[in-house]
């Protein structure tokens, strides 16, 4: 197991069992909490991260494991699933499995047998992670990252090209829209070249004005003006034996330009106040969402720069156009932020994927993470929902779903000229899918598009939960 204890949460209605299961489980690598209440273990998933709850399958209030578990499973928590029964048979085990239990052991268990059991759950959950992590860090170190990878044409080019000019020590000019990934490009070509090994320096050359972006560029001498008290080392020194990414190249004045050219031509360059030539080998990737063409046309770009960095050329089509790519780039970077995060792995829903699929991305790939992001955030369980994306700057949907308050509390909706009330319209849809899968909370989720948290929460808020259990009688 890894240096993490694992978080375990026990149900039983007899104090003396949840006891002894304590005592069985007593170990470092275990943080043990334990209810008889079967009402608060909801509340308590809620509140805390639980790895594994373990239940007995007779609750009171003629409450069965099953049921819980298929409540749990209805909030998406990210835990497994033990039940606990003196009642076995093969059919209820056979159930539980199916259902998705991790295992079954019948009462009186044995405590060697418990503990087993408990400690495979753990070994599995962290091979779960360690494979996803590994998965990730496989696809970054052999081929195309995933970030940069589709199944457009476009794409498919972007890569052929990317995998072509990388053992190369050739310039390389990336252009796109903003947000489309064009400093991922420059790591990748970094990355599969053979100076992998050595620096990628990144400058972006409109975050600086002119004095002090040659400066960041070339270094200088000690004294060499007001406030130089020590020699500086340059980004173009220290990208020596490397590569060298200079975004937004177009906003360069057009002194550093000749000097960038010098760079290019002569492998060679001199810092401020020196008259010292200093040799670099260094690759040079520059990137622009700037027409350079129309840019040399009105003597704001020199043209023999202009031919010096534009080599190889690489346009990114901007996300709107290679919407076929977004389910397995949205898949990507959900992944890689889920990991930032420290969450476990998280999947996006059908209903999310059409969502993100419909909308247009003006801020192209960044917009994309940055909206996933914010997903992670509201989303309560394993699988993103399409009611866990926010639209704008709004909230989700699923925010409001999620802490409603009851119903009681509630205004009512007065009718406007006999038009239906949006409730009135959402209970008819709730009632028709209970009706035809027979009160299956599961199946009427699906027919309806939602997720059963969120069919869960409405039938509450809309006082369908007698409807359910005629149904489902």
Known sequence: MHDTCGRILIIDDDAEILALIRQTLSNPRFVVSATTDHNQVLELLRQERFDLVISDLMLADETTGLELLEKIQAENHDCDFIVLTGHGSVETAVQALKMGAFDYLAKPFDPDELVSTVERVFAFRDL???????????????????????????????????????????????????????????????????????????????ALPENLLEDELFGHEKGSFTGAMQKRIGRFEQADGGTIFLDEIAEMSPLLQAKLLRVLQEKSFQRVGSNLDINV??????????????????????????????????????????????????????????????????????????????????????????????SLVFCRGREVM??????????????????????????????????????????????????????????AAKALDISRSTLYSKVKKLNLVQRVCEKSD
């Open 386 to 443: 399409a009611e866990d994306i926010p639209v704008g700057n709004d909230y989700p949907v699923s925010l409001d779903q999620a802490y409603s308050p009851e119903p009681e509390t509630q205004p009512t909706r007065e009718k406007r000229g006999g038009t239906r009330t949006l409730e009135e319209i959402e209970r008819e849809a709730i009632m028709e899918a209970l009706e035809s899968t027979g009160g299956n909370m599961y199946r």
């Open 128 to 206: 779960a992670e360690d494979n996803m992590r590994l998965r990730h860090n496989l696809a970054e170190r052999e081929g195309i990252s995933p970030y940069i990878a589709g199944s457009s044409e476009s794409m498919r080019r972007v890569t052929n090209v990317v995998r072509a000019v990388a053992p190369m020590p050739t310039s390389v000019l990336i252009r796109g829209e903003s947000g489309t990934g064009k400093e991922v490009i420059a790591d990748e070509i970094h990355r599969l070249s053979p100076r992998a090994d050595q620096l990628l320096i990144k400058v972006n050359c409109a």
């Open 281 to 374: 080998d260094v690759r040079v990737i520059c990137a622009t969402n700037t027409d350079l063409e129309a840019a040399v046309a009105q003597g704001k770009f020199r043209e023999d720069l202009y031919y010096r960095v534009n080599v190889i050329q690489i346009e990114l089509p901007p996300l709107r156009d290679r919407k076929e790519d977004i389910p397995a780039l949205a898949s990507a970077l959900l992944r890689k932020i889920s990991l930032r995060l420290g969450l476990s792995a998280r999947t996006l829903s059908a209903s999310a994927l059409r969502k993100l699929q419909s909308m247009d991305f003006p801020g192209n790939v960044r917009e994309l993470q940055n909206l996933l992001e914010r």
